[in-house]
């Protein structure tokens, strides 16, 4: 079975650009959450998707958002872009019984 | 706010030592507890998870974990260590009742020397 994978591996922006990061879960997962891991505040929970429903957010700014398809992918997406968003965005699938997450390789983004 | 607490951001074990890595919980409501395994350059990989069954754990690569819940601890322990046991760890807590919207602790990277 495969994993999560996230898409694209590493992104380089500059400052007022925006970014949209890709995630498939595990075949069969419906639950995707979000994490950014920055060394400074290491990691930090964003959002949590189940059947194209948000059902939980973490405390970051609006303009961090997400979405998350039929098919259970699920994309992030960061508009005005600053230097402190540098980070390696995790994303996470949870299983049917839910008591377990599953993390991709997650996305290193750069913002310039 | 809820929280995970790792005492020791740097661990060092000579190959072959006992692993012990530490993590404290602050509520006294029992959560779901778990401890992840991050190589450099990749995502997390789960070592084991504790969610309300016994109270040890065992985990993969020989770790294993108690919870203690007089104490609200979790620690991670490994009877002997090996090289490639050197990784960054995490303990990671959740209230919801299920795996989701998971808090971290700040992560304690264990070197493991020869």
């Known amino acids: 079975k495969a994993g999560v994978t996230q898409t694209p591996r590493y992104l380089i922006k500059t400052r007022g650009q925006q970014v949209t990061l890709s995630c498939s879960p595990i075949?069969?997962?419906?639950?995707v959450s979000w994490y950014q891991q920055t060394p400074g505040q290491g990691l930090q929970f964003l959002f949590e998707?189940?059947?194209?429903?948000?059902?939980n957010k973490g405390n970051f700014p609006g303009r961090f958002s997400g979405r998350q398809f039929s098919n259970s992918r699920s994309e992030m997406n960061v508009s005005t872009l600053e230097l402190g968003d540098s980070a390696l965005y995790l994303c996470?699938?949870?299983?049917?019984?839910?008591?377990?997450?599953?993390f991709g390789p997650g996305t290193r983004l750069t913002v310039l | 706010a809820q929280s995970v607490t790792q005492l020791g951001s740097h661990v060092s074990v000579s190959e072959g030592a006992l692993v012990l890595l530490r993590c404290n919980y602050s509520s006294s409501v029992p959560p779901y507890l778990f401890w992840y395994v991050q190589y450099p350059n990749q995502g997390l990989q789960l070592l084991l998870k504790y969610t309300s069954a016994a109270t040890l754990v065992k985990g993969i690569n020989g770790f294993e974990a108690e919870f203690k819940k007089s104490e609200t601890s979790f620690h991670l322990t490994k009877p002997s260590a090996h090289m490639s046991d050197a990784a960054e760890y995490f303990c990671?807590?959740?209230?919801?009742?299920?795996?989701?919207?998971?808090?971290f602790g700040t992560g304690t990277r264990l070197q493991v020397t020869l």
């Open positions: 996470a699938s949870g299983g049917l019984e839910y008591n377990e997450q599953f």
């Open positions: 990671a807590v959740s209230y919801t009742g299920t795996a989701s919207k998971l808090t």
């Open positions: 998707y189940f059947s194209e429903t948000q059902r």
């Open positions: 075949s069969g997962h419906r639950s």
